[in-house]
């Protein structure tokens, strides 16, 4: 069964600091991972997405990747109270001839950033 | 483009009623994906199609689920009859395989149904 763990928080920040989010993944053939944003009673946001091991800047955002550890991590820098919601770590599983599959996504970590 | 668009945004229904979700995915996007969201089991993948083709349909909880894409630019979800326990947010999604190295997912806005 291949999974994706995230934990569920809250996680509580102050405005302007850094919050860091974990995740775990079990299948090693994984290659593509996606870090999504969900406002609550919305629908999932794309924020970020890496495929090589090491560190994918993008403003505010930073997503690490470790193949080795099967360990994908969000830090999200001068976080904003606009921040606060639910962040759904994603990972691809390779389909058929190597094309696209599907995600699978952790149940989410709930950031909540205090001003 | 005008994004995934689903409808309706809100269905209430009674127990044993037959439910329709619809879905049209962004133009030029060859995979369509169903998925439930609910806060117990998070999001959970029901079915998945390339090219109107169904590929995956382990995720359909039981016969009482069944999807279709008859073309490129729509698909529905259908649950006959219905249980409360179907009550969850049913997301749809689309992608293309050959994007721009971002191979993520574009969602709709969701059908929250209640099953009463």
């Known amino acids: 069964q291949k999974e994706v763990e995230q934990n569920s928080g809250p996680l509580s920040v102050p405005e302007g600091a850094i919050a860091s989010l974990n995740c775990t993944y079990s299948d090693r053939v994984s290659q593509s991972f996606f870090w999504y944003r969900q406002y609550s009673g919305k629908s999932p946001e794309l924020i970020m997405s890496i495929y090589s091991n090491g560190d994918k800047e993008d403003g505010r955002f930073t997503a690490q990747l470790n193949k080795a550890s099967q360990y994908v991590s969000l830090l999200i820098r001068d976080s904003q109270p606009s921040d606060s919601a639910t962040y759904l770590c994603?990972?691809?599983?390779?389909?058929?001839?190597?094309?696209?599959?599907?995600?699978?996504f952790g149940k989410g970590t709930k950031l909540s950033v205090k001003p | 483009d005008a994004g995934v668009i689903q409808s309706p945004r809100h269905e209430v229904t009674e127990m044993g009623q037959e439910v329709t979700l619809r879905c049209k995915p962004i133009?030029?996007?060859?995979?369509l994906f169903w998925y439930r969201q609910t806060m117990m089991r998070g999001l959970e993948l029901l079915i998945y199609?390339?090219?109107?083709?169904?590929?995956?349909d382990s995720g359909m909880p039981e016969d009482r689920f069944s999807a279709k894409m008859p073309n490129a630019s729509f698909s529905t979800l259908k649950i006959q009859p219905s249980e409360p326990r179907d009550s969850a947010v049913y997301f749809c999604?689309?992608?293309?395989?050959?994007?721009?190295?971002?191979?993520?997912?574009?969602f709709g806005s969701g059908t929250r149904l209640t099953v009463v």
């Open positions: 133009s030029g996007h060859d995979y």
């Open positions: 999604a689309s992608s293309s395989d050959y994007g721009t190295g971002n191979y993520g997912y574009t």
């Open positions: 994603a990972v691809n599983m390779v389909g058929y001839g190597g094309s696209q599959g599907n995600l699978i």
């Open positions: 199609f390339n090219n109107n083709v169904p590929i995956d």
